[in-house]
């Protein structure tokens, strides 16, 4: 096997957006990472859940789209 074919496999450090911080091995050429959801911040390994208003969400959905829904069944 080449030796310089492969990239180099060091130690990074990584940053959540929740304030977790640990390190890892990476063939990135920094040394640091910014990520947005860990393994401490994630619901499913945390069990908590955010709360999403999804009833408005299906609300504004229907209300939208009412009038489109009667047009097509009168036809």
Do not use: W
């Amino acid at each position: 096997m080449k030796a310089s074919v492969h990239p180099s496999y060091k130690e990074v450090a990584v940053t959540c957006s929740c304030g977790n911080k640990f390190t890892t091995q990476s063939t990135l050429a920094k040394d640091t990472l910014h990520i947005e959801v860990c393994s401490v911040c994630h619901p499913f390994y945390s069990g908590k859940q955010r709360l999403v208003d999804s009833a408005g969400r299906v609300d504004k959905f229907r209300q939208k789209y009412a009038s489109f829904s009667k047009r097509t069944s009168t036809k």
